[in-house]
């Protein structure tokens, strides 16, 4: 597996668990989530499909971190 780049945030894919709470604590679908391709370099190493919903971890001066989700689509 090649390196990311240090100013590349973490991805992490969510375990079908945690995609369904996610879903359910916001009230939306899979698809109201911004989109993100299966052949997004960021995610290559992490095995997903479409559907599949990656969080994003970046570092946050305020906030210490920030998460962001993401739906994988097809390329």
């Known amino acids: 597996m090649a390196q990311l780049h240090e100013l590349v945030?973490?991805?992490k894919k969510?375990?079908?668990s945690e995609?369904?709470?996610l879903l359910e604590k916001y009230h939306i679908d899979v698809n109201s989530?911004?989109?993100i391709s299966k052949d997004d370099p960021a995610i290559a190493s992490?095995?997903?499909k479409p559907g599949d919903v990656i969080?994003?971890?970046r570092e946050s001066k305020?906030?210490?971190t920030s998460t962001y989700y993401r739906t994988v689509i097809e390329g």
């Open 62 to 64: 305020t906030a210490g």
């Open 19 to 21: 995609k369904n709470k």
């Open 14 to 16: 969510l375990s079908d």
């Open 55 to 57: 969080a994003i971890v």
């Open 33 to 35: 989530l911004p989109k």
């Open 9 to 11: 945030p973490k991805h």
């Open 46 to 48: 992490l095995g997903v």
